[in-house]
């Protein structure tokens, strides 16, 4: 069994003239995927690094450019994400764990091979590195990569925010603190769909959420509200207490699971 452990840089919208609006069905596109292949003795046996052409986003996000120092003229002759990713697809083998930091990165790679019609990928083996780290260190909230090696002293030798730069470091990491447990392994496409199923079911019920005055706690009529993804907002007025209240409701992780978590304010009308 081979772990790659992989990086992705993405390049995503930016209003640069009146007019311009963001692809709703990919909000980040990928222009690099760096990886590196560990053995089951966890020695580096091989490496992949390739920048690729944006096809949706074609101009680079000011942001991204000074991040990763990716500019246009980078990336305007490279191959497709199609081309990449089959290269890719080919560069795993058999019997390969992808892991990453954190799981922005496979987040990513599905909704791009999604968007891309690309199911080659095998996304049933996967180990969130981040996540074993937090656990050799014990740590309540997840830290950076960066930090990660300052504390386990890994020599810095490479630019941070190049995705076969980050992709490097994060083996290194990597080295210092798996400890072969397959039980860190798990099945992500499927954790994730079970994740969207209990977040979908959970956005159902936050809408009806009941507004509760904070200052004499009866509840209140809705004279607005709204859902922005996996936030809940709505407004209602307590004619005893005079007030405007302001009701949030969060889904949020809590040790591996979804739950909600409300909140009722007095709203001020000058509030941004």
């Known amino acids: 069994m081979n772990y790659i452990v992989f990086d992705l840089e993405f390049n995503m919208f930016f209003q640069f003239k009146e007019g311009d609006f963001a692809n709703p069905d990919l909000k980040n596109e990928i222009i690099q995927i760096g990886a590196v292949k560990l053995n089951n003795r966890l020695e580096k046996i091989?490496?992949?690094?390739?920048?690729?052409?944006?096809?949706?986003?074609?101009?680079?996000?000011?942001?991204?450019?000074?991040?990763?120092?990716?500019?246009?003229?980078r990336v305007a002759q490279r191959r497709s994400?199609?081309?990449?990713?089959?290269?890719?697809n080919s560069w795993l083998?058999?019997?390969?764990?992808?892991?990453?930091?954190?799981?922005?990165?496979?987040?990513?790679l599905r909704e791009n091979c999604s968007f891309f019609g690309i199911d080659a990928i095998p996304l049933d083996k996967f180990i969130n590195i981040q996540k074993v780290y937090m656990t050799y260190r014990n740590l309540p909230k997840q830290p950076g990569l960066e930090s990660a090696v300052e504390d386990l002293e890994i020599e810095k030798n490479l630019p941070f925010h190049d995705a076969l730069s980050d992709a490097s470091y994060t083996s290194d990491v990597f080295r210092k603190v798996y400890d072969f447990s397959e039980t860190a392994i798990i099945n992500w496409e499927k954790v994730q769909a079970e994740s969207e199923k209990k977040i979908a079911e959970l956005k159902t019920?936050?809408?009806?959420?009941?507004?509760?005055?904070?200052?004499?706690?009866?509840?209140?009529q809705k004279s607005s509200a709204v859902t922005k993804a996996k936030k809940y907002f709505a407004f209602g007025y307590c004619a005893e207490c005079n007030i405007l209240i302001r009701h949030v409701s969060r889904i949020v992780n809590k040790d591996g699971e979804y739950c909600i978590v409300s909140n009722n304010s007095?709203?001020?009308?000058?509030e941004k």
């Not at 992949?48 to 000074?66: G, H």
């Not at 390969?96 to 987040?107: E, K, N, P, T």
């Not at 007095?266 to 000058?270: L, Q, S, V």
């Open 46 to 73: 091989g490496e992949f690094n390739s920048l690729i052409k944006p096809v949706i986003y074609k101009r680079m996000n000011p942001f991204v450019k000074k991040k990763t120092n990716i500019d246009i003229s």
């Open 93 to 108: 083998g058999n019997d390969s764990v992808l892991c990453s930091w954190g799981q922005d990165d496979i987040l990513g």
């Open 266 to 270: 007095i709203y001020e009308k000058d």
């Open 205 to 220: 019920i936050i809408s009806q959420a009941n507004i509760e005055c904070p200052e004499c706690k009866r509840f209140v």
């Open 81 to 88: 994400f199609v081309e990449v990713i089959k290269s890719f």
